[in-house]
């Protein structure tokens, strides 16, 4: 089995003074990166993925700070190919499918439980993977907006602890 640890948007603008800070995004951000560290030492492929908006202003521009991952991120995941999605599925117009070739399991983690998290874990392109989502390697707006994205994934079974 070939396992690809997948972490999504944890960039600048999630985090305090961005423009969308997230509920618990620090401690999210440590839980992640130590999560690498370990899936690194298993063997375990890592995939980053970051968003980066079609306008030229606003949350998540081009070259902005805010779109950038995050220093303890990039240094956890070591030469990590990186994807750069314009929409919530990280599948959905990337070259995401073509780098999990070989992948069996996919762990899906990052920011927006709720939004980029689902969309990606849900995604048809995803299909023919076994995708779970460890529920304390994700972070949302708010506590409960959070616990309701987790309580959907559980519900298709897609919810797991971290590995």
Same mark, same amino acid.
């Given at each position: 089995?070939?396992?690809?640890?997948? &972490?999504?948007?944890?960039?600048?603008?999630? !985090?305090?003074?961005? +423009? /969308?800070?997230?509920?618990? =995004?620090?401690? %999210? @951000?440590?839980?992640?990166?130590?999560?690498?560290?370990?899936?690194?030492?298993?063997?375990?492929?890592?995939?980053?993925?970051?968003?980066?908006?079609?306008?030229?202003?606003?949350?998540?521009?081009?070259?902005?700070?805010?779109?950038?991952?995050?220093?303890?991120?990039?240094?956890?995941?070591?030469?990590?190919?990186? &994807?750069?999605?314009?929409?919530?599925?990280? !599948?959905?117009?990337? +070259? /995401?499918?073509?780098?999990? =070739?070989?992948? %069996? @399991?996919?762990?899906?983690?990052?920011?927006?439980?709720?939004?980029?998290?689902?969309?990606?874990?849900?995604?048809?392109?995803?299909?023919?993977?076994?995708?779970?989502?460890?529920?304390?390697?994700?972070?949302?707006?708010?506590?409960?907006?959070?616990?309701?994205?987790?309580?959907?994934?559980?519900?298709?079974?897609?919810?797991?602890?971290?590995?």
């Amino acid at each position: 089995m070939t396992r690809t640890l997948l &972490v999504i948007d944890i960039q600048g603008e999630y !985090f305090p003074g961005g +423009g /969308l800070p997230l509920w618990q =995004a620090e401690a %999210t @951000e440590a839980r992640l990166a130590a999560a690498i560290g370990r899936a690194r030492s298993r063997g375990d492929r890592i995939v980053l993925v970051r968003h980066e908006a079609a306008a030229p202003g606003g949350l998540f521009a081009p070259g902005s700070a805010g779109t950038a991952i995050r220093p303890a991120i990039l240094a956890a995941a070591g030469d990590a190919p990186v &994807v750069t999605k314009r929409s919530a599925d990280a !599948f959905q117009e990337t +070259g /995401l499918r073509t780098l999990l =070739a070989g992948t %069996t @399991e996919v762990w899906v983690a990052g920011m927006m439980t709720q939004n980029c998290v689902v969309f990606t874990a849900l995604s048809r392109e995803a299909e023919g993977l076994r995708v779970r989502v460890p529920g304390d390697l994700c972070a949302a707006p708010t506590e409960a907006v959070h616990r309701i994205a987790l309580s959907a994934l559980g519900s298709k079974g897609l919810l797991a602890e971290a590995p």
